[in-house]
């Protein structure tokens, strides 16, 4: 009895020991249990009525993962419900979209078409950008949880498309994304046994919206242990080092065949990035690969669907990758794409692009130029009212299968800034990078709500190369003139952002943000707009700097512009402005290169107001100038004997006398040449002086012969006409000594002008 009773205790310790390990260490499935399909595809619908504008997609271009042969979490064959929508949902029609996931227990992959030309090479720089949507930020049924997001990839795979998370005929879900490993085996003791299950060869950006946290075994829900539910992070999904054991190695209760303990395993995420996705918005995301430095940068909300800039973009760049995580890629061409899965949980995943690098690389970039100040507005410069601005665009082709053609630039122009058209009635233009242009009419601008636009097609394509010609037509530089308004007040301009359209390519172009300063007019009065200066006298030139609102003149702040003759003076070594507005400005006398010289000032502030012009002459007191012209003699007979011949019409050998007033020296003018000549031949005869006495004197020879001289007798400058003071028996004359062959005879006249006494 005793003995009997002992053992019905002990069976029933047994069945109590068994409840409770059934409950705390039995091994757990996941329910993965499909909501109402209605209700996933309604919120991916609306998803996709809210998509931005984007390329629409060539289903050329992309390749549905191949998933034959693989079983799902429900025990099935699984289908790639990957697909290409429109607008609607629909297959048809304009496409716009990539749909990934939308309910419970789907596995979903789409890859680049490699064999049709869309892949990434990794020897040039690559840029692809997209439009990604995560769901809304509640589902209809509002208990329903989110999962799992999505996972760009970059693959080498010998599986190419049928690349995807499997373990045998399993596929992967939840937690992996469809690339990393898979972890549902609590006796699964090797990291690299985790490893061999996720896509091989490959490099992965996950967008993970779902948290794994649970640390328990055979469950495929710990990667994200110890993180935030939704995250951005990248890493190797094929390499072992990405997972890290946890937990004890499993075992059997005996008589019970209940397994406890066992290992589970958290993910290293390289460059972890906490991020909230599923909120009903679409998130725009930019990838640049960089063949120099092997790196990728990634942006993430880099701008808004207007195409602003985001306010909050998260902008990283990796590490280098490794190069032997992909194995040998032949020909440089990576196969990229995106994985998604769904667990329990579920959510609808869209992907919308406005660039694949296969099609066509490029870039749009926007500056302002302020061409009164001759300078780049930078962000957070200022301009001054009534400057002249540039608004430029350069849009550059880099690399691609396809021309970038169909360019539609809609341009929206900065406030605050008046576009006027010119004499032919445009407003700017297009310049091609060899060199032709077209014309961009004032009909183009239009002003919607207050925001002027200019909407233009691009008569032209850019291309980097054509291999029948060798020719290239890499960059077009769209500009669009205005001037800044006049504004009572220190005005922001909000930078602009503008969308450059293409079936190829789409992009943003902001312009930047600045300043216009209050209409601040500078005005300058020369004390004096004609001046002499003695010889080797500095001249000083003085003037008023005021401000037309009566502003405060601060001195320090004003430079001095300054032309002499055409010629630019150094704004350091002319002058300077003190705090009351007076101007002084001194030249040095050896800037004065001419007898009489013209100095054109303005000064300019540190805020960059510009006054007018002013003008100033300049002449040289104390000098001497000499005005002489061609002059001929009269035309000759032959001459047997000597016979002096006189000239011909007048001689106005000019001497301007600018010396001191009182100067006693007198001046001298003297005249010597070398003979005339026809050519080779010589005239028989040679130039003579001959004074009112009747002296002559041969003009010949090394030696210069005075012919006037006289004294300052004048105030102010004296001119003296020499050659009218002359009779037609006396001044310069031409002495015939004997016959000369017929022709024209020429002589060049040396003449110094000197007041040495």
């Known amino acids: ?78 289908n790639n419900l990957a697909m290409l929508l429109d607008a609607s949902g629909n297959t048809t029609g304009p496409l716009k979209a990539i749909r990934m996931t939308y309910n419970t227990g789907q596995s979903t992959s789409i890859w680049s078409n490699v064999e049709g030309g869309n892949y990434i090479d990794i020897g040039k720089k690559q840029t692809m950008s997209m439009w990604m949507y995560f769901g809304p930020q509640q589902h209809t049924n509002i208990t329903d949880e989110f999962g799992d997001g999505m996972a760009f990839v970059l693959q080498n795979s010998d599986d190419k498309t049928k690349a995807f998370t ?58 994200d242990m110890g993180l935030n539910d939704s995250h951005i992070a990248y890493g190797y999904p094929g390499d072992a080092d990405t997972y890290t054991r946890y937990g004890s190695a499993p075992y059997t209760l005996p008589f019970v065949g209940t ?47 207007d195409g602003t800039k985001g306010l909050s973009p998260i902008a990283r760049e990796t590490k280098a990758l490794k190069a032997s995580e992909f194995g040998e890629i032949k ?101 091609y990078s060899d060199g032709t242009s077209e014309p961009i009419k004032a009909s183009e601008l239009t ?129 300077s402005v003190d705090d009351s507005g007076n101007l002084k400005l001194n030249i040095p006398y050896d800037k004065l290169t001419s007898e009489t010289n013209t100095v054109e000032i303005y000064v300019k502030d540190a805020d960059g107001n510009i006054s007018t012009k002013s003008t100033v002459k300049i002449t040289k007191a104390g000098s001497l100038a000499l005005k002489v012209d061609n002059y001929s003699f009269g035309d000759i007979n032959q001459a047997n004997a000597s016979q002096l011949i006189s000239r011909k019409g007048n001689w106005d050998i000019l001497v301007s006398d600018s010396r001191t007033d009182g100067t006693s020296a007198p001046w001298h003018l003297s005249a010597q040449t070398n003979g005339l000549h026809s050519g080779d031949t010589d005239f028989n005869g040679f130039m003579v002086y001959k004074d009112t006495s009747g002296i002559e004197k041969p003009i010949s020879g090394d030696s210069a012969v005075e012919i006037a001289n006289g004294y300052k007798t004048e105030s102010g400058e004296q001119v003296t006409n020499v050659g009218k003071s002359w009779h037609d028996a006396d001044g310069i004359m031409l002495k015939s000594t004997g016959l000369s062959q017929v022709g024209n005879y020429e002589a060049e006249v040396n003449w110094t002008l000197s007041d040495t006494i």
């Open 1 to 78: 009895m005793n003995r009997r009773r002992n053992w019905t205790k002990h069976l029933f310790w047994l069945a109590l020991s068994a409840t409770i390990f059934g409950m705390v260490f039995s091994e757990s499935k996941t329910n993965v249990k499909a909501v109402e399909s209605g209700i996933g595809l309604a919120e991916q619908n609306a998803g996709l009525d809210a998509a931005p504008e984007n390329l629409g997609l060539d289903t050329s271009m992309f390749t549905v993962g191949d998933l034959k042969g693989y079983i799902n979490s429900k025990g099935k064959q699984a």
């Open 166 to 223: 499997h373990k045998g005929n399993n596929i992967g879900a939840g937690e992996t994304l469809g690339v990393w490993g898979m972890d549902n085996d609590g006796a699964v003791s090797s990291a690299a046994d985790i490893a061999k299950t996720a896509i091989q060869k490959s490099w992965t950006l996950e967008f993970d919206s779902h948290g794994n946290t649970s640390g328990t075994p055979d469950t495929s829900d710990s990667f």
């Open 259 to 305: 397994r406890f303990g066992g290992y589970y395993y958290t993910m290293k995420h390289d460059d972890y990035q906490p991020v909230t996705l599923h909120d009903g918005q679409w998130h725009h995301l930019t990838i640049s690969w960089n063949p120099d430095t092997y790196k990728i940068s990634y942006k993430f909300n880099d701008k808004n669907r």
């Open 331 to 431: 020909d440089n061409k990576l196969r990229w794409g995106f994985t998604a899965t769904t667990g329990a949980a579920y959510q609808a995943n869209l992907i919308a692009f406005e660039s694949i690098p296969a099609q066509a690389e490029g870039t749009a970039g926007a500056t302002i130029k302020d061409n009164t100040q001759n300078k780049d507005v930078e962000s957070g410069n200022s301009v001054n009212s009534g400057d002249s601005l540039s608004m430029n665009y350069k849009l550059t082709y880099d690399s691609g299968r396809d021309l970038w053609s169909g360019i539609n630039a809609h341009l929206v122009l900065p406030e605050n800034v008046t576009y006027n058209a010119d004499t032919d009635g445009n407003i700017g233009k297009v310049v």
């Open 447 to 575: 002003e919607v709500k207050g925001i002027k636009n200019v909407n233009h097609v691009l008569g032209r394509s850019l291309y980097s190369s054509d291999p029948a010609t060798e020719n290239e037509l890499k960059t077009a530089t769209i500009t669009i003139n205005g001037t800044a308004d006049n504004v009572d007040k220190n005005t922001n301009v909000l930078s602009a952002s503008s969308r450059i359209d293409s079936t190829v390519l789409i992009l943003n172009a902001d312009t930047p943000d600045f300043v216009i300063k209050k209409s601040r007019p500078i005005n300058l009065k020369m004390e004096k707009t004609s001046v002499s200066v003695a010889p080797n006298k500095e001249t000083n030139l003085t003037g008023l700097v005021t401000y037309t609102d009566g502003s405060s003149v601060t001195g320090k702040d004003i430079k001095i512009f300054a032309k002499i003759n055409g010629t630019d003076l150094a704004t350091t070594d002319i002058g």
